[in-house]
């Protein structure tokens, strides 16, 4: 039972556009959320995070949505950039109220930004 | 700060061979993480410690895998013997409270 979805398996943009990343959750008791970045043969790097008593977190470029009555998160890039052109990974977790800190992830979207 | 180091970063072993993965986390993380990358799977963890104690290992898939961490500098995750099935991708993470999550490069493995 996959508890974190991403649905969408890639995604191409062009370059200076906005980018939408979508991800999808099933366990309610889930309230911190994070995206992650990963290039190939590196590891997935912090990108931006989200607490559940917020709706929205902004970082630069970079904006995290969260919708909990439909356990739904969105990242948001604006402008778009070649270099963003990665595996974006959304994950999950229940810490600290479910004392575990461990993170559930989603398969990832493969973006590709245009030039 | 060198990050979560692990090693080796690639390897090619033969069915059936042992093979040891290993990690040092970031200096001051109490906790440690083991995930696998697979394209049908994801990633996925495997098992974690917290203050070098095993927490969870659900997601050790069977008694072929083993993962040990007998101090706060060093974990290794085994595997023996190893099958084809056990190719992918096995990173290493870490983390202080559940805050600063940082991963490893990972050690890419191929079983023949």
């Known amino acids: 039972d996959q508890q974190v979805k991403q649905n969408s398996p890639s995604l191409s943009v062009q370059e200076g556009r906005i980018s939408i990343l979508n991800c999808d959750y099933t366990n309610s008791m889930f309230d911190y959320f994070l995206w992650y970045k990963k290039y190939p043969a590196e590891g997935p790097t912090f990108l931006i995070s989200i607490s559940s008593i917020k709706d929205k977190n902004e970082d630069g470029r970079f904006t995290v949505f969260l919708n909990k009555s439909a356990k739904h998160l969105s990242l948001h890039i604006v402008p778009s950039q070649p270099g963003d052109s990665a595996v974006y990974f959304c994950a999950a977790s229940d810490y600290p109220q479910g004392g575990s800190e461990k993170l559930v992830f989603g398969k990832g979207t493969k973006l590709t930004v245009n030039p | ?112």
């Not at chain 2, 974690?48 to 659900?58: A, E, G, H, L």
């Not at chain 2, 870490?94 to 999550?101: K, L, N, R, T, V």
Request: with cysteine.
């Open chain 2, 1 to 112: 700060d060198a990050g979560v180091i692990q090693s080796p970063r690639h390897e090619v072993t033969e069915m059936g061979q042992e093979v040891t993965l290993r990690c040092k986390p970031i200096s001051g993380h109490n906790s440690l993480f083991w995930y696998r990358q697979t394209m049908m799977r994801g990633l996925e963890l495997l098992i974690y410690f917290n203050n070098n104690v095993p927490i969870d290992d659900s997601g050790m898939p069977e008694d072929r895998f083993s993962a040990k961490m007998p101090n706060a500098s060093f974990s290794t995750l085994k595997i023996q013997p190893s099958e084809p099935r056990d190719s992918a991708v096995y990173f290493c993470a870490s983390s202080w409270q559940g805050d600063g999550y940082t991963f490893g490069s990972g050690t890419r493995l191929t079983v023949v």
